[in-house]
């Protein structure tokens, strides 16, 4: 590992993030949350080779970045943010990049979040997303990509298809980077104990409370959308699984490995040595430079 990123981990943990998620109530979490999330605002995007424009879908912003030279091929960007932060500004200006290096148009929803509503919420709204990309972009030529809880979303959009809405076509492709999903067995909470040592951002113990936040109130929230490992992903198109190998959400790697298995899905399990939590998307060093790079490859050979 270079000198700046073993800097860049030790800065990141005497910033203490972890107490972000679990230093509080879940009441105090969420209100704490709020209170931020109602200080966000949406960046204005420029750029000469985009036109940048802002639709509504079931009342919540989607921007949309659509390349001047015309494609026919299109991403849907989830970002995450343990389903209760909406996407900063910073994280926006990377998915403009990200369309800038892909050579896709993309669309990036601020989907409801468990602040306020239960998880079918976002579920739904995303869903909607995709049908309004459908309008004008082939099912086969559209693909998905989520960071983290926006992990979740992007692969658990093939669950929810088959949870009553099997009028709608898959996806071509999935990129989940760190998806965020619940423990649920002993032996990935055994897994995830061991790697919160080497985590410098998400606590293990915020995996149990998000059950109870992403639940928002509403039994009725389907165990796919809390446990993703237990989703139906029949007919599920190829999914690339990236991970750091020290964060506490790799856990639940061998899970998604053995429901990819089940399913027959065409999947790969890219995993960064010594990497942290979403690390392609924090290209702040060379490691995660390399992880970025890996990403923009991965996401252009799939979207021929």
Not at 174 to 188: A, F, K, N
Not at 276 to 294: M, Q, S
Request: with cysteine.
């Amino acid at each position: 590992m270079t000198l700046k990123y073993e800097l860049l981990k030790r800065i990141v943990k005497a910033a203490n993030i972890k107490k972000r998620w679990a230093g509080m109530s879940t009441e105090e979490l969420l209100e704490n949350r709020r209170r931020e999330n109602a200080k966000n605002r949406i960046p204005e995007l420029k750029d000469e080779a985009f036109v940048i424009s802002r639709i509504e879908v079931m009342g919540c912003p989607v921007l949309k970045l659509i390349h001047k030279e015309k494609t026919d091929r299109a991403n849907l960007f989830l970002i995450g943010g343990g389903m209760i932060s909406a996407p900063r500004p910073g994280s926006v200006k990377k998915a403009l990049r990200f369309a800038r290096e892909t050579g896709l148009d993309l669309f990036v929803p601020y989907y409801p979040l468990c602040t306020d509503y239960p998880l079918t919420r976002a579920y739904e709204m995303i869903h909607e997303t995709y049908r309004v990309m459908l309008r004008d972009y082939a099912a086969e030529h559209i693909s998905v990509l989520g960071t983290s809880s926006g992990g979740n979303l992007a692969l658990g959009m093939v669950p929810y298809i088959h949870d009553g809405h099997g009028d709608t076509p898959m996806p071509a492709y999935i990129m989940t980077i760190s998806p965020g999903t619940c423990v649920d067995t002993e032996e990935e909470w055994q897994r995830m104990l061991e790697l919160e040592e080497k985590d410098v951002a998400i606590p293990a113990a915020y995996m149990k409370t998000a059950v109870e936040i992403m639940r928002h109130g509403d039994d009725s929230v389907p165990d796919y959308m809390l446990w993703l490992q237990r989703g139906d992903f029949t007919h599920c198109p190829k999914v690339s699984f990236i991970y750091g190998s020290d964060e506490t959400l790799y856990a639940c790697a061998p899970s998604f490995e053995a429901a990819m298995k089940k399913y027959g899905v065409d999947y790969e399990m890219i995993v960064g040595e010594g990497m942290f939590h979403c690390y392609p998307v924090f290209p702040l060093c060379k490691e995660a430079k390399e992880g970025w790079a890996l990403m923009i490859r991965k996401m252009k050979e799939n979207t021929k």
